[in-house]
């Protein structure tokens, strides 16, 4: 039997659904959530094998939802099914988590289907949210700033993290204080989309700046 919990702001949708999938022995529906903070809730209480997810929903949305549901219960698939095809929206859900991105528009036995294949981690995509996604995989990555966005100053500051140094030290060497040291650091990871002083060490060393 697979577990079944549907998140959809609105009720009449969840009752059709429910009466949609009615006829399919195989599937129990669960639990019912209106927005994507209920939905985690009965995630870690019901413990769903399948999520039936809308994206649109006041509160918390389908794809924060999403993120919360499959923290709770991680062994959960998530299905998006959305009236929205907003290839916007694709990408942001994958990421989140969710397996399958499908319309409402869908037949009740097309749903039954994508649910039976999603327990088996078997992914469904709307041709909308299939397009979407081969348009992200085959996509040039974006550059990464580059060393002409970078100020003198922090150029200098750049390289004696690359040398090791610690704020103190770089400040002592400047002449600046160390809370300007900081300052330039939080720039540098701002300009060049790192996360840590490593990572623009690393950087700098890849570029040839020390």
């Not at 998140?7 to 009449?12: E, F, L, R, S, T």
């Not at 400047?174 to 540098?188: D, N, P």
């Amino acid at each position: 039997m697979i577990r079944l919990l549907i998140v959809d702001d609105h009720k009449m949708v969840r009752e059709g659904l429910k009466i949609y999938l009615s006829t399919e022995p195989e599937i129990q529906v669960v639990g019912e959530a209106e927005n994507g903070e209920e939905a985690a809730r009965l995630a870690a209480e019901l413990r769903p094998d399948v999520i039936l997810m809308d994206l649109i929903m006041p509160g918390v949305d389908g794809i924060e939802g999403t993120k919360r549901c499959l923290a709770a219960c991680p062994e959960t698939r998530v299905i998006v099914l959305t009236s929205m095809p907003d290839d916007e929206l694709v990408v942001p859900a994958i990421r989140a988590g969710a397996l399958s991105y499908i319309l409402k528009d869908i037949s009740a036995d097309e749903l039954a289907e994508t649910i039976k294949k999603a327990v088996s981690g078997k992914p469904t995509l709307h041709p909308v949210a299939a397009q979407r996604m081969m348009q992200e995989l085959t996509a040039p990555p974006k550059p990464r700033p580059g060393v002409d966005e970078i100020s003198p100053r922090e150029m200098e500051v750049l390289r004696l993290i690359a040398q090791g140094l610690s704020n103190k030290e770089i400040g002592d060497r400047l002449f600046i204080g160390e809370r300007t040291v900081k300052t330039h650091v939080s720039h540098l990871l701002e300009k060049l989309q790192l996360q840590d002083r490593t990572q623009l060490a690393i950087y700098a060393l890849q570029n040839k700046l020390v």
